[in-house]
């Protein structure tokens, strides 16, 4: 017990001295589970997933559909408010930017936010330049294999940090959504479920932005 501990803090010593370890954050190796509200069931018959607002064409695709696009893999360092931090996680499943560049999703010239839009009316919102940023996908698998589903499954929005990519804002990891079922892409900003309850709009973690 006493060597676990010590060796985890010194590999947290060491991320700090590399400054991937933002202010007031701890390395943790587990994977805390945080979350509102039960757990969804998952239907992959009824389940589709939306992208609308300030879009050319409104997109809904089928679970067989939305498992067909083309993925990417992401290593990223992920940060939550709650003061623990993960590091080098691996992910894998669709870039919106990717979405774009195939002629898949046409956006208008408006849009400016996105507003994730899960199970139970949960939302969480970014601005368009971070959900097209190489640090945002929309996640089917952790360390290769799929989401379980207290952490998301069958799909979550993801965010972080990749190391030596200091120029990609990086939130919290609540920026993210669980369960996700549209993504919205609006002219304005709208604050989603834990904005509205007074978490910072723009929850930046090296700035520790974690309440209004």
Same mark, same amino acid.
């Given at each position: ?54 879009? #050319? ?32 996680? #691996? ?74 990519? #200091? ?46």
């Amino acid at each position: 017990m006493e060597n676990s501990f010590l060796a985890r803090k010194e590999e947290e010593n060491k991320m700090r001295e590399l400054h991937r370890l933002p202010p007031g954050q701890s390395l943790t190796n587990k994977f805390p589970v945080l979350h509102y509200g039960a757990v969804p069931a998952f239907d992959p018959a009824s389940w589709n997933f939306q992208f609308y607002g300030e879009v #050319e064409k409104a997109l809904t695709l089928s679970w067989a559909e939305f498992s067909q696009l083309p993925r990417r893999k992401l290593k990223m360092d992920i940060h939550c408010v709650t003061r623990w931090s993960k590091f080098d996680t #691996e992910w894998e499943g669709i870039s919106v930017r990717d979405l774009i560049t195939s002629g898949l999703l046409r956006l208008k010239p408006g849009a400016n936010f996105v507003i994730q839009h899960a199970e139970y009316d949960f939302s969480a919102n970014l601005p368009l330049q971070t959900v097209l940023a190489d640090n945002f996908l929309l996640a089917t698998h952790f360390n290769g294999v799929p989401i379980t589903p207290d952490h998301g499954f069958p799909v979550r929005g993801i965010v972080g940090a990749i190391p030596g990519r #200091e120029e990609l804002a990086v939130p919290y990891f609540w920026k993210g959504a669980k369960w996700l079922r549209r993504l919205e892409f609006t002219v304005s900003d709208h604050p989603g479920f834990w904005e509205s309850a007074g978490y910072h709009n723009e929850a930046d973690v090296w700035k520790e932005e974690r309440f209004g």
